[in-house]
């Protein structure tokens, strides 16, 4: 079993520091392990930020976060150079994108141009500041959050840009005990998160990354992930369906959920996991099914139910 | 052989027992301790105090909407205040009105589909409205405000033409009224004597003579069902046929249950094979089975037909593996369920895993449910 989720899950789900988030920080695990980024939905107050930075601190990882508004600059994410009058040069300001686990709030508040100079870099792990190249250290991993009931002074993350994240996950509300049990321990688990002590390294992590690259499929695994993938786009309701990449991106989760799982191969039941999460935001439905209430995650739900698993 | 016979013919005493209340509410026909023929001066006064002298049902009297409607104003009617709210201007109000002001759902929607229509009711429509007003009344599901609302509605949707009918309609209205009045007055006389269809014989001679119950039942010890059900529409020739399936039901059942066990077991035994027999016979017929090469792959597939055949449950094309198996695992016994689990798993490993070596193990754990389902079909 992997051992970055058996630390998280030991120090934050069976210690009740986070509570009811083990999916979330299961699939956050996946996209750490599959060093793919991630874009949280949920409304303010659902301990997204207390989840990547408890994450962070557990693993040894070097965090930072930035709050999106209109006026950033992509300069004010990746870095400047300014001059030194002591030295009588230009020294390089790295911005905070130079970390592990950057925590981008409100991504949908940036403007464009911000926008895509952080998903270039998210892309490429690697940031040009006056024509040098820099490259991003690894893990790296950009936990994006947007906030789904906003609509004014946002701006959304065009199709194109949203397929550079590996998954979407929607942070949910707890449940009423769950509620209660947070009330109750408020203070204690604030206390709890600022005083975790890293439980692995970063190389740790690292050799988990390359341990998951080498996770066994199938071939009729990969003939699966291509039939739900094809399904997408000949959905009726489907106005844009999931691209190549998309494909890919079954394929890099489901691997890491396998080793989560503790296994060293990839079954039917790992995609299945993780192609809501992975198809979600790279599906997107006809407006006139949209208002009437049908859902990318229906369709996508409705896509696993209908694509035969692999046969002899 | 005597037990089974002692059981039917307790079940059938009992069934008598338990249908002596309903015989003897059919003897007693008419509402017990409400007064009869016999009874002359007190059917007189009860008359007297019901009438409504100005409106005899003679045919001579002229009868119209507005003197029913003066009618209804006498406060002295045992109408609620939202009964007449319902009847308030109720010569006046149109035809949609007074159905719309009608509370009984079912009552309203036929009114409303016959307003429909567009066009005037004829007579035998008008009767079917009156049947079914009757049949509501009988249930005790119409109130009397919805009663003479749909009456008013009934003379409107038949026009003037058919003068005869109208008039009865309107006489339909008048018995209403006479009924509310009746049972203003019946509460006048005080509370009734708690009459259950158990009382002492004394009583009862007060009443009906024609109907009196014979002296046998009256003078056995009987308990009384305050709250046990009468069906006053069930007579009891009715009843005899049921009454017979009951007991032969019974002692075929006690016969049954006398059979000795062995014989079951045999009967079982030999259900067991046939059952397993077509089972297998399915399963050598399948062709998607046939087409599959490789053994261990077969074997698996085979074993979840099996478990298809034997459980009930088809596994969907989309289901996984492990899926199936969660599925049907609480509907299979132990044995079976541990079984296929390591067929599942023997599968994955062969399959996803590409370990080579779990193929036999697949093959073998397949063999060895046939065998129990041999044993045992049942899953």
Redesign the interface.
């Known amino acids: 079993m992997s051992r970055v989720f058996s630390v998280v899950k030991r120090e934050l789900i069976d210690k009740e520091i986070l509570i009811e988030k083990e999916l979330e920080l299961k699939l956050i695990v996946v996209g750490l392990l599959s060093r793919g980024h991630i874009l949280m939905e949920g409304v303010p107050g659902v301990a997204k930020t207390y989840t990547s930075k408890a994450i962070a601190k557990l693993l040894g990882l070097t965090f930072k976060r930035v709050q999106m508004t209109p006026d950033l600059l992509p300069s004010d994410i990746i870095g400047f150079y300014v001059y030194d009058q002591k030295t009588g040069s230009f020294v390089l300001r790295k911005g905070p994108i130079f970390t592990n686990i950057l925590l981008v709030d409100e991504i949908n508040r940036a403007s464009p141009r911000t926008q895509s100079a952080l998903l270039e870099a998210m892309q490429e792990r690697q940031v040009t500041i006056e024509g040098e190249v820099y490259e991003l250290e690894e893990p790296f991993i950009v936990i994006a959050t947007e906030n789904p009931i906003e609509m004014e002074g946002v701006f959304p993350l065009p199709e194109a840009q949203l397929d550079r994240f590996l998954l979407k996950i929607e942070a949910r509300y707890p449940s009423k005990n769950g509620l209660i049990t947070i009330m109750k321990r408020a203070d204690e688990i604030e206390e709890s998160i600022r005083t975790l002590k890293p439980m692995l390294t970063r190389d740790e992590v690292l050799e988990e990354i390359k341990i998951v690259r080498d996770i066994?499929v199938?071939d009729?695994?990969y003939e699966y992930v291509a039939s739900i993938v094809e399904e997408t786009r000949k959905h009726p309701a489907v106005r844009l369906g999931a691209s190549p990449r998309a494909a890919i991106a079954i394929i890099k989760a489901a691997k890491a959920w396998a080793y989560i799982e503790g296994?060293?191969?990839?079954?039917?039941?790992d995609v299945?996991a993780v192609a809501p999460s992975v198809l979600v935001h790279r599906v997107l439905v006809k407006p006139e099914l949209e208002i009437r209430g049908v859902s990318a995650k229906d369709i996508v739900l409705e896509i696993?139910?209908?694509?035969?698993?692999?046969?002899? | 052989m005597k037990k089974p016979l002692y059981t039917s013919l307790l079940a059938l005493l009992t069934i008598l027992l338990l249908l002596l209340p309903i015989t003897c509410a059919q003897i007693d026909r008419h509402t017990v301790g409400f007064p009869e023929q016999k009874d002359e001066n007190l059917l007189k006064s009860l008359k007297d105090k019901t009438a409504l002298p100005e409106y005899e049902v003679s045919g001579e009297a002229s009868l119209n909407l507005s003197e029913i409607e003066q009618l209804l104003r006498d406060p002295t009617l045992p109408l609620s205040p939202f009964d007449r709210y319902q009847l308030r201007d109720f010569s006046n109000i149109s035809v949609y009105e007074a159905i719309s002001r009608i509370q009984n759902e079912d009552l309203r929607e036929l009114l409303e589909k016959l307003y429909g229509l567009n066009r005037t009711l004829t007579t035998d429509e008008v009767l079917l409205v009156l049947n079914y007003l009757r049949s509501l009344r009988v249930q005790g599901t119409l109130t009397p405000s919805d009663e003479l609302l749909a009456l008013k509605a009934l003379i409107d949707l038949t026009g003037s033409g058919d003068e005869s009918l109208h008039t009865s309609l309107l006489y339909a209205m008048l018995e209403v009224i006479k009924s509310l009045k009746a049972r203003r007055d019946l509460e006048s006389l005080g509370p009734l004597p708690n009459l259950l269809p158990f009382q002492p014989e004394g009583y009862l001679s007060q009443g009906s003579s024609a109907h009196t119950r014979p002296r046998i039942i009256g003078k056995l010890p009987l308990p009384t069902f305050p709250g046990f059900p009468v069906f006053p529409h069930v007579s009891l020739d009715q009843l005899v046929p049921y009454l017979g399936v009951v007991m032969i039901a019974t002692t075929l059942f006690t016969l049954l249950r006398r059979l000795k066990p062995p014989s079951l077991e045999v009967f079982g035994r030999l259900l067991n094979r046939v059952k397993v027999g077509l089972m297998k016979r399915q399963i050598g017929s399948d062709q998607?089975l046939a087409?599959?090469s490789?053994p261990y792959?077969?074997a698996y597939?085979s074993s979840v037909k099996l478990m298809e055949l034997m459980t009930g449950v088809r596994r969907?094309?989309?289901?996984?593996?492990?899926?199936f198996f969660i599925q049907i695992k609480s509907l299979l016994r132990e044995d079976l369920a541990r079984l296929f689990k390591e067929v599942t798993m023997g599968y994955?490993l062969y399959?996803?895993?590409?370990v080579r070596e779990a193929g036999p193990s697949i093959e073998g754990y397949y063999r060895e449910m046939v065998r129990r389902a041999e044993s045992k079909p049942s899953a």
Do not use: F, M
């Open positions: 066994r199938e009729s695994v296994r060293t191969y990839v079954i039917p039941d299945k696993l139910t209908k694509v035969p698993v692999p046969k002899p | 998607a087409g599959i490789d792959l077969k597939w969907s094309s989309s289901a996984t593996h492990r899926e994955e399959r996803y895993a590409g």
